[in-house]
Protein backbone atom coordinates (compact mmCIF):
# COMPACT_ATOMS: atom_id res chain seq x y z
CA UNK A 1 0.00 0.00 0.00
CA UNK A 2 0.71 3.74 -0.57
CA UNK A 3 3.30 4.68 2.32
CA UNK A 4 4.12 8.78 3.09
CA UNK A 5 7.27 8.15 5.89
CA UNK A 6 7.46 12.30 7.62
CA UNK A 7 10.72 13.02 9.19
CA UNK A 8 12.82 16.12 10.24
CA UNK A 9 10.53 17.76 13.36
CA UNK A 10 12.30 18.37 16.39
CA UNK A 11 12.44 21.11 19.24
CA UNK A 12 14.04 24.31 18.36
CA UNK A 13 13.76 27.73 19.57
CA UNK A 14 11.86 30.11 18.54
CA UNK A 15 13.25 31.76 15.76
CA UNK A 16 14.57 29.00 14.48
CA UNK A 17 14.14 26.50 11.43
CA UNK A 18 13.64 23.05 10.58
CA UNK A 19 13.55 20.82 7.17
CA UNK A 20 10.47 18.25 6.73
CA UNK A 21 10.76 15.87 4.49
CA UNK A 22 8.20 13.60 3.21
CA UNK A 23 9.35 10.26 1.32
CA UNK A 24 6.51 8.26 -0.72
CA UNK A 25 6.52 4.52 -2.08
CA UNK A 26 4.04 2.51 -3.57
CA UNK A 27 2.94 5.68 -5.38
CA UNK A 28 3.01 7.63 -8.97
CA UNK A 29 4.18 10.77 -7.12
CA UNK A 30 4.71 13.44 -10.10
CA UNK A 31 1.09 13.07 -11.39
CA UNK A 32 0.00 14.29 -7.36
CA UNK A 33 -0.37 17.90 -5.95
CA UNK A 34 1.12 17.38 -2.34
CA UNK A 35 0.38 19.23 1.06
CA UNK A 36 1.64 19.54 4.13
CA UNK A 37 -1.05 19.70 7.15
CA UNK A 38 -0.44 20.33 10.80
CA UNK A 39 -2.35 19.53 14.42
CA UNK A 40 -1.64 20.86 17.23
CA UNK A 41 -3.47 19.51 20.55
CA UNK A 42 -6.73 19.96 20.41
CA UNK A 43 -7.12 21.40 17.56
CA UNK A 44 -8.15 20.55 14.03
CA UNK A 45 -5.95 19.55 11.36
CA UNK A 46 -4.80 22.52 9.30
CA UNK A 47 -3.73 22.69 5.68
CA UNK A 48 -0.69 24.43 6.00
CA UNK A 49 1.09 24.38 2.18
CA UNK A 50 0.38 22.73 -1.13
CA UNK A 51 2.72 22.56 -4.14
CA UNK A 52 1.47 21.25 -7.83
CA UNK A 53 2.74 18.10 -9.70
CA UNK A 54 5.15 19.91 -11.71
CA UNK A 55 6.24 22.34 -9.00
CA UNK A 56 4.98 25.26 -11.19
CA UNK A 57 2.86 26.44 -8.30
CA UNK A 58 3.04 26.66 -4.35
CA UNK A 59 0.06 27.82 -1.67
CA UNK A 60 0.34 28.46 1.77
CA UNK A 61 -2.15 29.15 4.66
CA UNK A 62 -1.63 33.11 6.10
CA UNK A 63 -0.40 31.70 9.45
CA UNK A 64 2.99 30.46 7.47
CA UNK A 65 2.94 32.92 4.21
CA UNK A 66 7.06 34.46 4.22
CA UNK A 67 7.98 31.97 6.98
CA UNK A 68 7.60 28.69 5.09
CA UNK A 69 8.32 27.22 1.68
CA UNK A 70 7.55 24.04 0.13
CA UNK A 71 9.43 22.11 -2.36
CA UNK A 72 9.63 18.81 -4.12
CA UNK A 73 11.76 16.61 -5.74
CA UNK A 74 9.86 14.24 -7.74
CA UNK A 75 13.16 12.23 -8.94
CA UNK A 76 12.94 11.37 -4.97
CA UNK A 77 10.00 10.89 -4.39
CA UNK A 78 10.08 13.82 -1.98
CA UNK A 79 8.24 16.77 -0.60
CA UNK A 80 9.46 19.02 1.78
CA UNK A 81 8.91 21.82 4.00
CA UNK A 82 11.36 24.44 4.99
CA UNK A 83 10.35 26.43 7.87
CA UNK A 84 12.33 29.56 9.21
CA UNK A 85 11.27 32.29 11.97
CA UNK A 86 9.52 29.82 13.95
CA UNK A 87 7.10 30.75 16.42
CA UNK A 88 5.53 28.20 19.30
CA UNK A 89 2.32 28.16 17.40
CA UNK A 90 4.16 26.18 14.96
CA UNK A 91 4.10 23.56 17.43
CA UNK A 92 2.16 20.46 16.25
CA UNK A 93 2.54 17.21 14.40
CA UNK A 94 3.11 17.84 10.92
CA UNK A 95 2.03 15.38 8.08
CA UNK A 96 2.12 15.06 4.79
CA UNK A 97 -0.68 13.76 1.70
CA UNK A 98 -1.97 13.63 -1.53
CA UNK A 99 -4.73 16.91 -2.20
CA UNK A 100 -7.23 16.24 -2.75
CA UNK A 101 -6.14 13.98 0.71
CA UNK A 102 -6.80 10.29 1.02
CA UNK A 103 -7.83 8.83 4.40
CA UNK A 104 -5.44 5.89 3.68
CA UNK A 105 -2.36 8.08 3.38
CA UNK A 106 -2.06 9.87 6.51
CA UNK A 107 1.39 8.78 8.28
CA UNK A 108 2.31 8.77 11.57
CA UNK A 109 3.63 12.54 11.42
CA UNK A 110 6.54 14.51 12.29
CA UNK A 111 6.17 16.30 15.88
CA UNK A 112 7.46 19.93 15.50
CA UNK A 113 8.06 21.34 18.85
CA UNK A 114 9.20 25.18 18.99
CA UNK A 115 10.33 26.25 22.98
CA UNK A 116 12.67 28.51 24.57
Known amino acids: QVQLVESGGGLVQPGGSLRLSCTAS????????MVWFRQAPGKQRELVARISSNNSSTNYADSVKGRFTISRDNAKNTVYLQMNHLKPEDTAVYYCNVFPQRQAYWGQGTQVTVSS
Open 26 to 33: RIIFNIYT
